[in-house]
């Protein structure tokens, strides 16, 4: 069955980094874009990034655009979030999702979802 | 401020049947792209509940369904159960955004 099991978060400084991995199973990792969601405190969700299924395209929030970056490496079935320049309002629970296809278009949603990881901005 | 419009809350008695409207423009919901519905029941990971405005995945109950009229999609839930208590999303495609992306604020279902 699909799993997708995100690491990575915990408790860092306002203007620090920190890496966010997410590792999938149980379905041809390769073969599909993929995206992480987040949701802060009792929040709502919030769409964060997207990556093509080869890592040729990606697409961010306009809140992350500049701090963030999306990769993947297809050989370790793996997917990362490098958040940088870390503010207060990017406490949150981070969550990838796997997309039903391999580009982002008007048909894409999220048909699995990991458990998230929480990363908590604070001095 | 959510590109998608949803009310913050509902609420039923068990058995009753329940909507949750999502409202959206003519450049997602409006210009025919498909609405998709997710259930996050509480400390847990929103879980896919309805895809393509009207479809649902193995294993949801017929209770769910989706349906889409102008720039307006709906979540009906008929015979509502205790655990159906949850929150629920509903998320498109914009064509007028960058990142395309864009989810409803989200609405609670609390079932008396």
């Known amino acids: 069955q699909v799993q997708l099991v995100e690491s990575g978060g915990g408790v860092v400084q306002p203007g620090r980094s920190l890496r966010l991995s997410c590792t999938a199973s149980g379905f041809t990792f390769s073969s599909h874009g993929m995206h992480w969601v987040r949701q802060a405190p009792g929040k709502g969700l919030e769409w964060v990034a997207f990556?093509?299924?080869?890592?040729?395209?990606?697409y961010f929030a306009d809140s992350v655009k500049g701090r963030f970056t999306i990769s993947r490496d297809n050989s370790k079935n793996t997917l990362y979030l490098q958040v940088n320049s870390l503010r207060a309002e990017d406490t949150a629970v981070y969550y990838c999702?796997?997309?039903?296809?391999?580009?982002?278009?008007?048909?894409?949603?999220?048909?699995?979802w990991g458990q998230g990881t929480l990363v908590t901005v604070s001095s | 401020q959510s590109v998608l419009t949803q009310p913050p809350s509902v609420s039923g008695a068990p058995g009753q049947r329940v909507t949750i409207s999502c409202t959206g423009s003519s450049f997602n919901i409006g210009a025919g792209y498909d609405v998709h519905w997710y259930q996050q029941l509480p400390g847990t990971a929103p879980k896919l509940l309805i895809y393509g405005t009207r479809n649902r995945p193995s294993g949801v109950p017929d209770r769910f369904s989706g349906s889409k009229s102008g720039t307006s999609a709906s979540l009906a839930i008929t015979g509502l159960q205790s655990e159906d208590e949850a929150d629920y999303y509903c998320q498109s495609y914009d064509s007028s955004l960058s990142a395309h992306v864009v989810f409803g604020g989200g609405t609670k279902l609390t079932v008396l």
């Open positions: 990556i093509s299924y080869d890592g040729g395209h990606k």
């Open positions: 999702a796997k997309d039903t296809g391999r580009f982002l278009e008007w048909l894409s949603y999220f048909d699995y």
